[in-house]
């Protein structure tokens, strides 16, 4: 069984690799071409072609991430169509590659790849987002989502905030700061923030330049203004760079542990959290995508071939690749529109589709 595993392992691992470098290239060719138009409007800034082919090489460790599952699900179909289109797979279950042996064999190495999605979805691709978007920020400008920014919510003792960023530097500065202060019942505003500048403190942000208007005696029938304007000013928070970061960058690109994290400040300031609870098990989940690619894929290598058919079974693997895709975003989207239990909606495709290649790899089986 030892020489048969380092066969099939060595054959998967092969294709799985081809078919991940022909994705990256493309992908990357993709960027090169997008990055053109930033090479004209910024090159007065100094944005050159070396700078560009970083930012895409720096977008690479993301694609990867995305494109592994559809990789190991291609690969490993071409190896065994391909093992049963020349009757190796018929000599393999002679020398004892029985059905749940072969299922073991696959569900083994898809661990592996499990591994290395993680890795990458959870510290290669995020230090590597962090880069380019430093990268972008430097020669394209601030981060910004919107016009608006970023908004968030933080509570101090009985007093609630309400947060504005209007975008984060390459430098890890802050910029458009502004915080609107609450009564405990948060119906009534007391006093506003606004800063040009600030950043990042323990348990403290350092503000610049800032405008502070404290709205005084708001019940009685002399209500007042007063206007401070200050050089600089600390305003004690519990709010973190990784959580403006969450607000103002996309869920999926964060740190699983990140992630956690700023739902647990979502929830503790009584924000909805669902959109970011979703994908916190899409990150969960999604690297065991890549077992569910390999049970997809056993079931091709108990189909019988004509000569020439190894082709059309490897696109309607891509085609099944992808509609396993479109359905983990379906139930994402809809699982956020409908206020399904987050785990359910992340978990849900990959346990329809195991169940619908374990029924086919069943019923090839047993018809044999």
């Not at 090479?39 to 930012?55: M, T």
């Not at 179909?77 to 696959?106: C, D, H, N, W």
């Not at 403006?244 to 979502?266: F, G, K």
């Amino acid at each position: 069984m030892r020489t048969i595993r380092r066969l099939i392992y060595n054959d998967v691992l092969l294709s799985v690799s081809f078919v991940a470098l022909a994705f990256l290239l493309l992908f990357s060719f993709f960027d090169v071409v997008d990055q053109l138009g930033d090479l004209r409007d910024y090159a007065g800034r100094g944005y050159s072609l070396g700078w560009a082919l970083l930012y895409v090489a720096l977008q690479m460790p993301s694609h990867l991430y995305d494109l592994l599952p559809i990789a190991v699900l291609i690969g490993t179909i071409f190896v065994m169509a391909r093992l049963a289109e020349s009757s190796q797979y018929t000599i393999l279950r002679t020398s004892g590659l029985g059905p749940l042996k072969a299922l073991g064999t696959l569900v083994l190495l898809g661990l592996g790849f499990v591994v290395l999605t993680f890795v990458f979805g959870d510290y290669v691709a995020p230090a590597a987002n962090r880069a380019a978007a430093t990268l972008q920020a430097r020669f394209v400008g601030d981060i910004t989502v919107g016009r608006t920014g970023a908004w968030m919510k933080d509570r101090q003792g009985e007093r609630s905030y309400s947060v504005n960023v209007g975008a984060l530097s390459s430098d890890g500065t802050m910029n458009q700061i502004r915080i609107f202060e609450f009564d405990p019942a948060g119906a009534r505003l007391l006093a506003t923030v606004q800063a040009a500048r600030g950043t990042f403190g323990d348990k403290a942000w350092a503000l610049q330049d800032v405008q502070r208007r404290t709205f005084e005696h708001v019940n009685d029938t002399d209500p007042r203004v007063q206007v401070e304007h200050l050089d600089g000013w600390a305003w004690p928070t519990e709010i973190t760079i990784d959580m403006v970061a969450a607000a103002l960058l996309s869920p999926d690109r964060m740190q699983t542990v990140d992630l956690y994290r700023y739902i647990s400040h979502l929830r503790e300031n009584g924000q909805s959290a669902q959109r970011y609870e979703i994908e916190f098990w899409r990150k969960v989940f999604y690297p065991l995508s890549c077992i569910v690619m390999m049970v997809l894929a056993l079931p091709f290598a108990y189909l019988h071939f004509r000569s020439g058919n190894i082709a059309g079974l490897v696109f309607l693997g891509v085609l099944v690749g992808i509609s396993f895709f479109l359905l983990n975003n379906v139930f994402g989207f809809i699982g956020n529109l409908r206020n399904w239990v987050p785990w359910l909606a992340a978990a849900a495709p990959g346990l329809i589709y195991s169940v619908l290649s374990l029924a086919a790899f069943g019923w090839l089986v047993l018809r044999q």
